[in-house]
């Protein structure tokens, strides 16, 4: 006789004192209705074991426990005699996903939504989530732009109760920004606030920067900017009143209307500071970079609360505030600010911790750290231990976080957290540029050997004029306080006749040599280095008479002990794209007494970056170079200077400028003395916002070279103007300019188109 316990578990649920069967000792469990799930999976579940005393309550704890399993849509208990049969109806399993129709994106990352939701392969089956997944397919498409997208999902049962789902989708077209309208403006054209906007109307690069396509997350982004702009401007009273965006019926245009009130134009009456200064007012006054009667600027006023919060964080303040009072006279339109001061308790660091480090040793970064255990916060340190570990160029992200000791009021921990990159290389690529056409190369490299922070290489290249053999080894911390040692060992053959505009020779060389760093301060550094170079002559039938009489003086065969000393220093911030500080260099190349040259070259460089707006960076450049024997020897002709070309002046044939050989080709010869100009604008290419992979610059270019006997004239200058495109390729730099001369004189081959693929030696 079978009694069913769903009263029992009714009984249960209502706390009645009722029974709905007697109590029993379980004898056997028999489980029926499984078809994917095992019966182990209803026996691990089951609060009810063989020999336990069978009660209502036990029969109500096992209905709960398997239907919160969510395997199940029934359960129900049943009992023949000392039997208990544990009877369930299992829901379905999703046996596979299947999306047709999809084009505009990776399939995976829909599979990875859909996850998110409750919705993937192998998870029990709940029709209830088929309308979030559809929400969910629709919001990644509205996302791109597709505001015209249909969804339809099919269910399709399958054996051992299990189920497919399929995701059908009507993509239709992309929408896109009919028209962005501003309204309320006067005191700017709404051109000019268009132009702050990453949103944009279809134009030459959308196609790219998909800018055309409406996102509520660019659109807040824009508002913002063009917050700031008003801001910026004096404009204190600016508001966004409401923004409006509607679709067209067709779904294909999208119209977006901004309503903005701008207000009156503010300027500042006057600044000043309160509160607990620390520092004398003298020495926080020249970081307010707001005076009386200038337009009132809210990223100039920010900047000068960072400034002050930065200064006295210096001297172990880390938890300064430093907040703006502002007070407006509503009438004269200007606006007085009150800058608070409240430094808070200075705090030191109790322990620098290191984190990520996996494969560099620990000793790599706590050496660039200039900020100290036990020492006072000092704000400027510790900025400038990040910047020094960052440029060390073994990690990715390098992260420094400060935060309090619990149970302290005057302890912060300096927490470096880094993610590494990998610092060993095994590389064969290709290049090409116009002078030395195909450049195939080689290198094995490792920046970070075995954690050291020391780095090994050996590179190979060749092209249609230069052969290039080298390996070269770096220890930059061979002493503790920062000096650093390498040595280098090259073979080098270059034949100048494979190239349009240089005088021919075959040079063949090999060497080795020593070098030291010595830093003499965070961004500067003195190097020294002595090499032994062997180097051989071989001339041809075509070399210019000079070359010839060099050889029948000195001969063709050469040993040269090489010293070299240089000043360095670098201030930008940006290895790659620099907006602003400083790069120069003093060098001396110089060939010593015990060899058979003796010679000496010396050479400046100043680069400067200046960043005029967000978007554009003026680059300035000039450089001077120098060479002479000495000692009764002449200066070897390789050693003479080059110009024209990118490098120096772009319009020229590369190397082409200077001294000419006018018994063969009219081929250039270099000279001992040579002067090089450059003024660039920098900008990113327009449609691609800030992004730092390509870059144009309009230029500015002048430079020559003289010969020996002929005066340095600022008349026998070369100059051009251009535009240059630098690319961050998957393949390497690239450089493309299109270069106009401005004075060409007889002789001159220009070059009006020049470009450079890959890293070249």
Same mark, same amino acid.
């Given at each position: 006789m079978?009694k069913?316990?769903?009263?029992?578990?009714?009984?249960?649920?209502f706390?009645?004192t009722?029974?709905?069967f007697?109590p029993?000792?379980?004898k056997?469990?028999?489980?029926?209705?499984?078809?994917r799930t095992e019966?182990g999976?209803v026996?691990?579940?089951?609060?009810?074991?063989v020999?336990?005393?069978m009660t209502?309550?036990?029969?109500a704890q096992a209905?709960?426990?398997?239907? *919160?399993?969510?395997?199940?849509?029934?359960?129900?208990?049943?009992?023949?005699?000392?039997?208990?049969?544990?009877?369930?109806?299992?829901?379905?399993?999703?046996?596979?996903l299947?999306?047709?129709?999809?084009?505009? #994106?990776?399939?995976e990352?829909?599979?990875?939504?859909? +996850?998110?939701?409750?919705?993937?392969?192998?998870?029990?089956?709940?029709? %209830? $989530?088929?309308?979030?997944?559809e929400?969910?397919?629709?919001r990644?498409?509205?996302?791109r732009?597709y505001?015209?997208?249909?969804?339809?999902?099919t269910?399709?049962?399958m054996?051992?109760?299990?189920?497919?789902?399929s995701?059908?989708?009507?993509?239709?077209?992309?929408s896109?920004?009919?028209?962005?309208?501003?309204?309320?403006? +006067?005191? #700017?054209?709404?051109?000019? !606030?268009l132009?702050?906007?990453?949103l944009?109307t279809?134009?030459?690069?959308?196609?790219?920067?998909?800018?055309?396509q409406?996102?509520?997350?660019?659109?807040?982004?824009?508002?913002?900017?063009?917050?700031s702009?008003?801001?910026?401007?004096?404009?204190?009273?600016?508001n966004?009143?409401?923004t409006?965006?509607?679709?067209?019926?067709?779904k294909?245009?999208?119209?977006?209307?901004?309503?903005?009130?701008?207000?009156?134009?503010?300027?500042?009456s006057?600044?000043?500071?309160a509160?607990? !200064?620390?520092?004398?007012e003298?020495v926080l006054?020249?970081?307010?970079?707001?005076r009386?009667?200038?337009?009132?600027?809210?990223?100039?006023?920010?900047?000068t609360?960072?400034a002050?919060s930065?200064?006295?964080g210096d001297?172990?303040?880390?938890?300064a505030?430093?907040?703006?009072?502002?007070?407006?006279?509503?009438?004269k339109?200007?606006?007085?600010?009150?800058?608070?001061?409240?430094p808070?308790?200075?705090v030191?660091?109790?322990?620098?911790?290191i984190?990520?480090?996996?494969?560099?040793?620990?000793?790599?970064?706590?050496?660039?750290?200039?900020?100290?255990e036990?020492?006072?916060?000092?704000?400027?340190?510790?900025?400038?231990?990040?910047?020094?570990?960052?440029?060390i160029?073994?990690?990715?992200?390098?992260?420094?976080?400060?935060?309090?000791?619990a149970?302290?009021t005057?302890?912060?921990d300096?927490?470096i957290?880094?993610?590494?990159?990998?610092?060993? %290389?095994?590389?064969?690529?290709? &290049?090409?540029?116009?002078?030395?056409?195909?450049v195939?190369?080689g290198?094995i490299?490792q920046q970070?050997i075995?954690?050291?922070?020391?780095? /090994?290489?050996?590179?190979?290249?060749?092209?249609k004029?230069?052969?290039?053999?080298?390996?070269?080894y770096t220890?930059?911390?061979?002493?503790i306080? *920062?000096m650093?040692?390498?040595?280098?060992i090259y073979r080098r053959?270059?034949?100048?006749?494979k190239?349009?505009?240089i005088?021919?020779?075959?040079?063949?060389s090999w060497?080795g040599?020593?070098?030291?760093?010595i830093?003499?301060?965070?961004?500067?550094g003195?190097g020294?280095?002595?090499a032994l170079?062997?180097?051989?002559?071989?001339?041809t039938?075509f070399?210019?008479?000079?070359y010839q %009489?060099f050889?029948?003086t000195?001969?063709?065969?050469?040993?040269?002990?090489?010293?070299?000393?240089?000043?360095?220093?670098?201030?930008?911030?940006?290895?790659?794209?620099?907006?602003?500080?400083?790069?120069?260099?003093?060098?001396?190349?110089?060939g010593?007494?015990?060899?058979?040259?003796?010679?000496?070259?010396?050479?400046?460089?100043?680069?400067?970056?200046?960043?005029?707006t967000r978007?554009f960076t003026?680059?300035?450049?000039?450089?001077?170079?120098?060479?002479?024997?000495?000692?009764?020897?002449?200066?070897?002709?390789?050693?003479?200077?080059?110009?024209?070309?990118?490098?120096?002046?772009? &319009?020229?044939?590369?190397?082409?400028?200077?001294?000419?050989d006018?018994?063969f080709?009219?081929?250039?010869?270099?000279?001992?003395r040579r002067?090089?100009?450059?003024?660039e604008?920098l900008?990113p290419?327009?449609?691609?916002?800030l992004?730092?992979? /390509?870059r $144009?610059?309009? #230029?500015?270019?002048?430079?020559?070279?003289?010969?020996?006997?002929?005066?340095v004239s600022?008349?026998?200058?070369?100059?051009s103007? *251009?535009l %240059? /495109?630098?690319?961050?390729?998957?393949?390497?730099?690239?450089k493309?300019?299109?270069?106009?001369?401005?004075?060409v004189?007889t002789g001159?081959?220009v070059?009006? #188109?020049q470009?450079?693929l890959?890293?070249?030696?």
């Amino acid at each position: 006789m079978k009694k069913s316990l769903i009263a029992g578990l009714l009984s249960a649920l209502f706390a009645t004192t009722a029974s709905a069967f007697e109590p029993f000792v379980v004898k056997d469990i028999r489980v029926e209705g499984v078809q994917r799930t095992e019966a182990g999976t209803v026996f691990s579940y089951l609060p009810v074991k063989v020999g336990d005393t069978m009660t209502d309550e036990k029969a109500a704890q096992a209905i709960k426990a398997l239907f *919160g399993t969510g395997f199940y849509r029934d359960v129900r208990l049943e009992i023949e005699g000392p039997l208990l049969v544990v009877l369930v109806d299992e829901r379905s399993a999703i046996a596979s996903l299947d999306f047709v129709g999809i084009k505009a #994106f990776d399939k995976e990352l829909l599979r990875k939504s859909l +996850k998110e939701v409750g919705l993937s392969e192998s998870r029990i089956f709940d029709r %209830s $989530l088929l309308d979030k997944a559809e929400q969910e397919i629709k919001r990644q498409y509205l996302s791109r732009g597709y505001y015209g997208a249909k969804v339809t999902t099919t269910v399709t049962p399958m054996e051992r109760n299990r189920v497919g789902l399929s995701f059908s989708v009507e993509e239709g077209d992309v929408s896109r920004i009919k028209q962005i309208n501003i309204i309320g403006n +006067k005191a #700017f054209d709404e051109s000019e !606030l268009l132009g702050i906007f990453t949103l944009r109307t279809p134009g030459l690069m959308t196609w790219y920067t998909k800018n055309d396509q409406y996102s509520k997350q660019k659109l807040s982004g824009d508002l913002e900017s063009l917050r700031s702009f008003y801001l910026d401007r004096g404009y204190v009273e600016f508001n966004t009143e409401s923004t409006q965006v509607s679709i067209s019926p067709d779904k294909k245009d999208i119209y977006i209307t901004v309503n903005i009130f701008e207000g009156e134009k503010y300027t500042i009456s006057s600044v000043k500071l309160a509160g607990n !200064l620390l520092l004398p007012e003298a020495v926080l006054r020249p970081l307010v970079t707001l005076r009386p009667g200038d337009v009132y600027s809210r990223e100039r006023l920010t900047d000068t609360t960072k400034a002050i919060s930065e200064r006295i964080g210096d001297e172990g303040y880390a938890f300064a505030n430093v907040n703006a009072a502002p007070e407006l006279d509503k009438v004269k339109h200007q606006v007085a600010f009150t800058i608070l001061v409240d430094p808070g308790r200075r705090v030191y660091v109790r322990r620098i911790n290191i984190a990520g480090n996996t494969r560099t040793r620990d000793e790599v970064i706590r050496r660039e750290m200039r900020q100290m255990e036990a020492s006072w916060y000092d704000g400027e340190k510790i900025n400038k231990s990040r910047t020094r570990v960052d440029k060390i160029g073994y990690f990715e992200e390098v992260t420094v976080e400060t935060p309090a000791v619990a149970g302290t009021t005057d302890q912060v921990d300096m927490n470096i957290s880094v993610k590494e990159k990998p610092t060993g %290389s095994v590389t064969l690529g290709a &290049g090409f540029s116009q002078s030395e056409k195909l450049v195939l190369s080689g290198a094995i490299q490792q920046q970070n050997i075995f954690g050291s922070g020391k780095s /090994v290489g050996a590179q190979i290249s060749t092209s249609k004029s230069n052969q290039v053999y080298s390996l070269s080894y770096t220890d930059p911390y061979y002493t503790i306080d *920062g000096m650093s040692r390498g040595f280098d060992i090259y073979r080098r053959k270059t034949d100048t006749s494979k190239l349009n505009s240089i005088a021919a020779y075959d040079i063949s060389s090999w060497g080795g040599g020593v070098r030291y760093g010595i830093p003499i301060g965070d961004e500067n550094g003195i190097g020294v280095g002595l090499a032994l170079d062997s180097t051989s002559i071989t001339l041809t039938p075509f070399s210019p008479l000079f070359y010839q %009489s060099f050889v029948a003086t000195e001969g063709n065969k050469f040993t040269t002990l090489v010293g070299s000393i240089g000043w360095s220093q670098d201030t930008v911030d940006s290895r790659i794209w620099p907006t602003k500080g400083v790069i120069q260099s003093a060098s001396v190349e110089i060939g010593l007494p015990g060899g058979n040259l003796k010679y000496i070259r010396p050479s400046y460089q100043y680069q400067q970056f200046f960043p005029l707006t967000r978007i554009f960076t003026l680059m300035m450049n000039g450089q001077v170079d120098v060479a002479n024997g000495f000692g009764g020897k002449q200066l070897p002709f390789w050693k003479n200077y080059y110009a024209g070309g990118i490098g120096s002046v772009r &319009g020229y044939e590369s190397g082409s400028l200077g001294p000419r050989d006018p018994s063969f080709n009219d081929n250039a010869l270099g000279g001992n003395r040579r002067l090089i100009g450059n003024a660039e604008m920098l900008f990113p290419l327009p449609g691609l916002g800030l992004g730092k992979s /390509v870059r $144009l610059g309009a #230029f500015f270019d002048a430079g020559n070279v003289w010969g020996y006997g002929s005066k340095v004239s600022i008349g026998d200058m070369r100059y051009s103007v *251009g535009l %240059s /495109v630098a690319w961050t390729s998957p393949f390497g730099p690239l450089k493309f300019s299109f270069a106009d001369p401005l004075n060409v004189k007889t002789g001159d081959k220009v070059q009006h #188109f020049q470009f450079q693929l890959g890293n070249t030696f």
